[in-house]
């Protein structure tokens, strides 16, 4: 199994910044892709971004293109979420995730899940 802890969360006003962090541990060797998803309340599950093994693929949801970047440290078992000029619309919680095939913003692709950080952006 692979276990996912995410941090970072918190509450921040409109235009503001937070880097969410997502720790993997557990049997890590089954990590290729990492992603990230977000769900609002009474409202599905969407996908944020996603990232390769080796970084060298990243996609990201349209709706966070030019703010949002994603990143990894392999060393570290560690993916993180740059969220820059947030806006009250990306208020959500925010889930990591992680498979062993390559990166997708399928949510129904990813195998591991972590419980989740809250991100609360004020107007």
């Known amino acids: 199994q692979v276990q996912l802890v995410e941090s970072g969360g918190g509450l921040v006003q409109a235009g503001g910044s937070l880097r969410l962090s997502c720790a993997a541990s557990g049997r890590t060797f089954r990590v290729n892709a990492m992603g990230w998803f977000r769900q609002a309340p009474g409202k599905e599950r969407q996908s944020v971004a996603a990232i390769s093994w080796s970084g060298g693929r990243t996609l990201y949801a349209d709706s966070v293109k030019g703010r949002f970047t994603i990143s990894r440290d392999n060393a570290k078992n560690t993916v993180y979420l740059q969220m820059n000029s947030l806006k009250p619309e990306d208020t959500a919680v925010y889930y990591c995730?992680?498979?062993?095939?390559?990166?997708?913003?399928?949510?129904?692709?990813?195998?591991?899940w972590g419980q989740g950080t809250q991100v609360t952006v004020s107007s």
């Open positions: 995730a992680a498979d062993s095939s390559v990166a997708s913003l399928n949510p129904h692709e990813y195998d591991y």
